[in-house]
């Protein structure tokens, strides 16, 4: 069969798979996705049928107009299907590829890992993202099964399983309320474990006491009974967090830890496109499907007021790349208070996600960003140092040599 021929300007469509919707085997505190599973009350098993399976992977693969083709499966627990089942997708994957790279990455939280597992990770090339909030202590704080037991020395074995049969992986961390007061002890974990692709994400989330059969509340709901979660990690811990990491990184680890943010970072200010949908200009490029068929625009806007279809009825193509989709993805430039609009660092930024976006601004304008002023202390720490990266990068010399520049000249 003769490969496809692909335009090399393409962008790829990227719609994460849910194979189990939300069912997990820990009840971390934190987590958003636990209560979707309230959308769905009349089903019993949230499980991806064999033909929902076959359906999704042929359209996603023919829908792709790159020659590289990225499945991202995740959860809930992605590792409570059997192993079967992704040795099933990977014949399908086979199947319909056309002579396409194909490349997986799966997130878990790494409880349920086996050597079997692990083999087969490596034999079918995999990345594997764990989730684990640093230490144990700040890892165990929110992290913990429906029994109320910890998950740390599991996640550890986990993890020690994955190097034992050498499968690429990177550490995923919340940064919540608690472990973003211990900024250096949260990152020397992870090189301690010998982690070299670190993101961590802020969590923040806010409660409505007023509707009990849903926790969490979507950014565009306002009224007074609306709080902040207790978990969510506060504006000035998170600028703090990433300015003490980031004086760390850039002296010692450029080029040998690679942490998600910091890379996004340099990204924005040389032009290029960041790798983390967050910093980016738009979004609405990167789906969801539930393990029902269900499509909606982000796997933060599970709701459904962002429903864009069901692939049993309309086409991937067809989803992301409807009205309401390409909307969403606007509204995220389009709906920037003018103080966003005015800052100088609106390029770095970009709004960060539409989901934070909750607060008022002086003049009274909705949409800033809750995390508005930790970025900016971050955008504004960094500044010299992102200028020195940018001058090698354009120069065509490594980033990693501000280590060197600053062993010899202390500060920029």
Known sequence: MKNTVISPFAKPVYVMLKPIGSVCNLACEYCYYLEKAGFYPE??????????????????????TTNEILFTWHGGETLMRPLS?????????????????????????????TDE??????????????????PQEFHD?????????????????????????????????????????????????????????????PIVERINKSNPKIRLTTPEEQNKQIELAPFSVSAEQW????????????????????????????????????GIC????????????????????????????????????????EM????????????????????CKECEFLFACNGECPKNRFLYTP???????????GYKQFFNHVAPYMDFMKKELMAKRAPANIMEWLKQNRSL
């Open 239 to 274: 600028g703090t967090f990433l300015c003490t990491i980031f004086d760390e990184w850039v002296r010692k680890d450029v080029g040998t830890f690679y942490i998600q943010l910091f890379d996004s970072t340099l990204a924005n200010w040389v032009g290029e496109q960041p």
């Open 117 to 134: 597992w692990c083999r087969f990770f490596k034999e079918n090339n995999f990345l594997v993202g764990i989730s684990i909030d640093g």
């Open 278 to 317: 967050t910093l980016a200009k738009t979004c609405g490029h990167a789906g969801v499907m539930e393990f029902n068929g269900d499509v909606y625009s982000c796997d933060h806007y599970v709701f459904p007021e962002y429903k864009l279809g069901n692939i049993r009825t309309k086409s991937i193509t």
């Open 141 to 201: 704080e929110y992290r913990r099964n429906k029994q109320g037991l910890p998950s740390f020395y599991k996640v550890m074995k986990g993890i020690e399983l994955l190097k034992k049969h050498q499968v690429e992986y990177n550490g995923m961390a919340v940064v919540n309320d608690y472990n973003a007061d211990y900024p250096l002890d949260f990152y020397n974990f992870f090189k301690e474990i010998d982690c070299h692709y670190i993101q961590f994400a």
């Open 363 to 373: 003049d009274g304008e909705f949409g800033l960003n809750y995390l508005c002023k």
């Open 85 to 113: 089942f992704y040795k099933k997708a990977i014949e399908l994957q086979r199947k319909y590829s056309r002579g396409r790279q194909i490349d997986n990455c799966i997130q878990t939280n790494g409880t349920l890992l």
């Open 320 to 339: 992301m790349y409807s009205p309401e989709q390409i909307k969403f993805g606007q509204d995220k430039h389009d709906k920037l208070p003018r103080q």
């Open 43 to 64: 089903v019993k098993n949230h499980i991806l049928t064999d033909e929902l399976l076959e359906k999704f992977i042929k359209e996603y693969i023919e829908c792709q």
